[in-house]
């Protein structure tokens, strides 16, 4: 899923140990969205492309999956029921030391944390919106502007080609 | 600090398209199997955990429902919804996975 809106917390406890609560579909348009993703897969299901080829719905929301199933009279409930069971996280959890403008943000534009000398966070966590692709792009991006701005800051010089190199 | 956290959420549907390939849950939900399956794999790297067909695709579509939907309109934040109606920005994304592991949930 894309774009979500609901927002969770990295909080440390009593006893120094980290606490991520995702809080994952506190938002209700991130059901939206889920449950218009479910009725869009359903679709693709029953494309032409597919006809004979996919032989039964093996696992999904409670319903029974046929051919000539009506998927917009499918109650939003079934679909956010089978939501709230398997809904997981995408391995892309991030933003929270979110880069702001005007003092706002937990680091500046120079990637340092608010309230420090001279501490820099260069990671994930600075990117204050997840944007729609694969965030090893993002990371990519952010460890290259980063060491442009540190190496320059340290008086070297910074090419204008790409200083990344993926082994891909 | 520590807030703002954000992800993107995934859930997956599982079809059958030959019925020598288990999916996921089929598997993990019936001890035998995933005992079997195991053991292959430990055995010699065979089994149903390798039958993997790969990633044959991902759609980054756009679902003009979602804009229609009361969850949408109840969106107070201006800026949120701009956001979100940007005619390049996604609704969503399919992958499309031939292989007993597709599923993550």
């Known amino acids: 899923m894309q774009n979500c809106l609901s927002r969770g917390t990295i909080t440390m406890g009593e006893k120094g140990q980290i606490i991520v609560d995702p809080n994952f579909l506190s938002n209700p348009f991130d059901l939206r969205v889920a449950i218009e993703t479910i009725r869009a897969i359903l679709r693709i299901s029953l494309s032409p492309k597919w006809k004979g080829d996919i032989k039964a719905m093996l696992w999904g929301p409670e319903i029974k999956w046929s051919p000539d199933m009506d998927i917009d009279g499918i109650p939003d409930e079934v679909l956010a029921a089978f939501v709230r069971k398997v809904v997981n996280h995408g391995y892309h959890q991030m933003s929270t030391l979110a880069m702001g403008k005007g003092g706002e943000g937990a680091v500046d534009k120079d990637f340092k944390l608010r309230g420090f000398e001279s501490l820099r966070v260069v990671d994930l966590s600075v990117c204050p919106i997840l944007t729609n692709n694969h965030t090893q792009v993002n990371a990519y991006v952010i460890g290259e502007v980063a060491a442009r701005k540190i190496i320059k800051e340290n008086g070297g010089a910074v090419s204008n080609g790409i200083m990344a190199q993926s082994n891909y | ?105």
């Open chain 2, 1 to 105: 600090m520590g807030k703002n956290l954000t992800d993107h959420l995934i859930l997956s549907l599982e079809f059958e398209l030959n019925s020598s390939i288990l999916s996921h849950h089929q598997i993990l939900e019936d001890p035998d199997l995933a005992e079997a399956a195991l053991k292959a794999y430990r055995l010699g790297k065979n089994g149903d955990l390798v039958k993997f067909g790969g990633s044959s695709g991902v759609i980054f579509p756009r679902l003009e429902k979602i804009y229609k939907s009361k969850e949408f309109i109840d969106i107070k934040d201006p800026e949120t919804k701009e956001f979100l109606m940007n005619p390049g920005r996604p609704s969503t994304e399919i992958w499309f996975m031939v292989t007993p592991y597709s599923s993550i949930s």
